[in-house]
């Protein structure tokens, strides 16, 4: 038997006991592949609220990477400030958390310009208990600029970029309206490696059309791309998606859990012992889920991940 090394498992060895997420999401962050800037609508599985059901955003203002002033700033860190308090108090008090990772989930984090993300970052990392920050962007919305600021940041604490892969297909991320092609993801996450920042790289499996053959392709080629992290999970469809008008036409089926299960426990057995694994499923379990009916149940998925596993002889 041998453990993987889950990220659990890496933060726990290098700060010397659990370390807890803590999501954050801003007001006034969007992405460009919803403001028009790349694409209007977003990827075709885009439904923010679905990866951050207590935080919509109403409000109008948005922030881009030419914006030049951010007259919300100051509302900006005090939602910080307010969402890390709220998290935090219910991870001690739940689970005795003692260490924090401040990570900025919905949109596209870095989105904006480089004097609000430092106001954000530095407000974060000010925080007791916190031991450094987890980005969530895209590989077309970070600038040379910015790398050379987390480049700084991270000679002191620990960050991370995590960029959304989902594939290394061209033909998959047209599909999926990403508006960029892996050319871009290549280029930015070699520049961010070369700055000795932190990546953790996102993957989908069960995109439109994608053999596992494909889907283990990416798995391959995320490896190359010399990541220190690799999150996986399935395609499914919620409401209120791109995908959703797709999939109710009949033109797209979701992975089955066990194409899912085998995929993943063969990306699991390439990935190499040095990448942690921070995340091996995801879904949703409320009404807004249209498909495939096994994302539904989240300790279930988790459960049937961990038994397809062990039975070889790895343990999550
Ligand atoms: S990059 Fe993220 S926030 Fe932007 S459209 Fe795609 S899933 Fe939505």
Redesign the pocket.
């Known amino acids: 038997m041998k453990n993987i090394n889950t990220i659990g498992r890496y933060w726990k060895k290098k700060h010397g006991e659990k370390v807890y997420k803590v999501p954050i999401s801003i007001s006034g962050f ?5 403001d028009g800037t790349v694409a209007k ?3 075709t ?2 439904e ?1 609220e679905s ?1 951050s059901p207590n935080q919509v955003d109403k409000s109008k203002f948005k922030l881009n990477l030419r914006s030049v002033e951010n007259p919300h700033l100051g509302k900006q860190l005090l939602q910080l400030q307010t969402q890390f308090e709220v998290t935090k108090e219910r991870l001690q008090n739940k689970f005795g958390a003692k260490k924090f990772i401040v990570y900025f989930q ?3 984090n870095t989105y904006a310009p480089l004097d609000t993300l430092k106001a954000l970052y530095t407000k974060a990392l000010g925080f007791d208990d916190v031991v450094g920050l987890s980005i ?1 962007t ?1 590989t077309d919305s970070i600038t040379d600029e910015t790398l050379d600021y987390l480049e700084e940041l991270s000679k002191t604490t620990e960050v991370w970029l995590e960029y ?1 892969i989902q594939s290394v297909y061209d033909e998959t991320l047209v599909k999926i ?3 960029h092609d892996f050319a871009n993801i290549e280029e930015w996450i070699t520049k961010t490696k070369d700055r000795n920042i932190l990546v953790c790289g996102h993957l989908v499996f069960g995109l439109p059309d994608e053999t596992q053959e494909m889907m283990l392709h990416g798995v391959k080629e995320t490896i190359r791309l010399n990541v220190d992290s690799i999150k996986i999970h399935p395609l499914y469809v919620v409401e209120n998606t791109l995908l959703t008008n797709i999939y109710k036409k009949g033109k797209f089926e979701p992975i089955s859990e066990e194409l899912y299960l085998d995929t993943l426990v063969k990306a699991i057995k390439m990935i190499p012992d040095d990448i942690s694994m921070s995340r091996v499923t995801a879904g949703i379990s409320d009404s807004t889920l249209l498909s495939p009916s096994w994302c539904n149940d989240k300790h279930k998925q988790m459960y049937n991940v961990k038994q397809a596993l062990l039975k070889e002889g790895l343990i999550y």
């Open positions: 969007t992405c460009p592949n919803i609508g977003g990827c599985f885009c923010n990866f919905s949109f596209t969530g895209r959304g309206n990403r508006g």
